[in-house]
């Protein structure tokens, strides 16, 4: 009886998956084989960027730099923007929307106040333009200037 239990045990452990760190996906027969199948994303590739020089070259990669420091602050900026011009469409009149824009104003800068003293002059003037450049794009011209409408 002892015998049969332990034969039991030992053949239940065999039926136990174990994981050999693969991944499991698509599969599709061809000529009897068994081939994976997935799509793989497409890879853009550009030519290398040629400089005239090597302040030029230094520039561009201070420009780059400084536009991946500043451009995620843009969109936060930028999307508060939309939500408080949404916002003051439901508003009833012009003192209630005035009284918005203030809190909306002293909020922002209280949040992004420390961001914005770490930034340099040239990434200050950066952000003016990305803000100003989406605002453009995304929200209408008499949210920006309410007196020209």
Do not use: W
């Not at 070259?57 to 536009?67: A, D, G, I, S, T």
């Not at 999307?79 to 002293?106: G, S």
């Amino acid at each position: 009886m002892l015998s049969i239990a332990l034969l039991f045990s030992s053949a239940s452990q065999a039926q136990e998956k174990t994981n050999l760190g693969g991944y499991l996906v698509p599969m599709c027969v061809y000529n009897g084989d068994t081939i994976p199948a997935f799509q793989i994303p497409t890879i853009h590739i550009f030519k290398p960027l040629k400089f005239r020089n090597k302040k030029e070259q230094m520039e561009y990669y201070k420009l780059v730099r400084n536009v991946k420091k500043v451009y995620p602050i843009a969109r936060e900026i930028n999307q508060t923007i939309i939500e408080t011009y949404e916002y003051l469409q439901t508003l009833p009149n012009e003192k209630a929307r005035q009284r918005h824009i203030k809190r909306v104003e002293k909020g922002l800068k209280e949040q992004y106040t420390p961001r914005m003293k770490k930034l340099s002059f040239a990434q200050g003037k950066l952000l003016i333009k990305l803000i100003s450049s989406s605002l453009f794009i995304s929200v209408p011209k008499s949210f920006l200037n309410p007196k020209s409408v």
